[in-house]
């Protein structure tokens, strides 16, 4: 979705851009029906030389200046086609994930020393990229994921609605978490937290879960549902299941948690922070870069279920910390997450 938010910021701006995706993709749908112009090249490894050749064929008759993958498997597409083409594009590969596995083979090499640059969306990232990738230190930047400050802008929404469609009290101090429900995520360690924070407290609490299970981990799901039955908190916390209007949802939230055992950045926090929600999220990998601890939000050690409910507790009972946190979160945002900050350095290393 980064490549589809990216391809249509380069429209507005006046570039001509055309997005490269697998066939039959929702991504290919959703960049037809937003007006950027798609094309289901990308096949599989069992069509190699046909995606090959008619990427090939593709860039001869577009001759693009630039070409940028957000996914480094595409590699095995993309060199061999702008060889064939004879195009002489600027190549950029962002990086989203970590790896494990090095890639210093000739194979490798060949088709990383195409690359005019790599990206990297968090400093976690760059420290995986440099240790498993044939790629010159000073060709790799780090550049995160950006937002839309127009979508993401609590002047837009009307909390008090949102909170009466979830059935919600306008009063009850609402804390949740965003994403989807799939292992690693921190649900778990979020619901435990709940529970002891409801056992402490006298307040008017409530919980959300915004989101749902990812294809194939509808099961993990139900553990978390029953979870909840086991701990008690069955009139405490709901579920919303997918929804695509998560900003209008983060608006209703006094706090958000983000438990994850490690993410590459964390987009979720930075949507939170442009809502000016205070948030509490683990100390680990990208989450810190996004979070400076105590100054715009609190970090806790990664997968401890108590460190999460004492910074929740601790916003919990400090409206006037819970205010700080949400005006400082808001202006990080606006000063290095922002789309149109993404998009002034994307056309600096683009024009180089």
């Known amino acids: 979705m980064q490549a589809l938010l990216i391809s249509r910021e380069l429209r507005k701006r006046g570039h001509d851009v055309s997005l490269l995706c697998a066939p039959r993709s929702a991504i290919l749908k959703e960049a037809n029906s937003v007006g950027v112009p ?3 090249l990308l096949g599989d ?3 190699a030389f046909g995606t090959i050749k008619d990427l090939s064929r593709f860039l001869r008759n577009y001759n693009f200046d630039v070409v940028h993958t957000h996914l480094s498997h595409d590699l095995w597409w993309l060199v061999p086609a702008l060889k064939l083409s004879s195009s002489n594009a600027k190549l950029f590969l962002t990086k989203h994930m970590a790896s494990g596995v090095k890639k210093t083979d000739p194979l490798h090499r060949f088709l990383y020393g195409r690359l005019r640059g790599t990206f990297a969306i968090s400093n976690y990232i760059k420290g995986s990229v440099l240790n498993t990738c044939p790629v010159p230190e000073k060709d790799v930047h780090v550049l995160p994921p950006g937002i839309s400050l127009e979508t993401f802008n609590p002047a837009l929404y009307n909390k008090a609605e949102v909170r009466n469609e979830l059935g919600i009290h306008r009063d009850a101090i609402l804390i949740g978490m965003t994403g989807r429900i799939t292992p690693g995520k921190g649900h778990e360690e979020f619901l435990r937290a709940a529970k002891r924070i409801t056992e402490s407290s006298d307040l008017s609490l409530f919980f959300v879960v915004i989101g749902g299970a990812s294809y194939g981990e509808e099961s993990f799901q139900m553990q978390m549902e029953k979870l909840v039955d086991e701990l008690g908190l069955t009139n405490v916390v709901q579920f919303t299941g997918f929804r695509k209007d998560v900003p209008r949802l983060l608006s ?7 438990p994850s055992h490690e993410e590459s950045f964390g987009l979720a926090l930075t949507e939170a922070m ?3 929600v205070p948030v509490v999220a683990s100390a680990s990998a990208g989450v ?6 105590r100054e ?9 279920y108590n460190a999460l409910a004492d910074g929740i507790m601790s916003l919990v009972t400090d409206p006037d910390l819970r205010e700080r946190y949400a005006v400082a979160g808001r202006e990080r945002v606006e000063r290095y997450f922002s789309i149109q900050s993404l998009m002034q350095s994307l056309e600096k290393y683009y024009t180089q």
């Open 274 to 276: 442009a809502m000016r």
């Open 252 to 258: 209703a939230l006094d706090i958000l948690a983000f």
């Open 288 to 293: 810190l870069d996004i979070v400076v601890d």
């Open 38 to 40: 798609a094309f289901g």
């Open 296 to 304: 715009t939000g609190i970090l806790f050690p990664p997968k401890d």
């Open 45 to 47: 490894n069992r069509q």
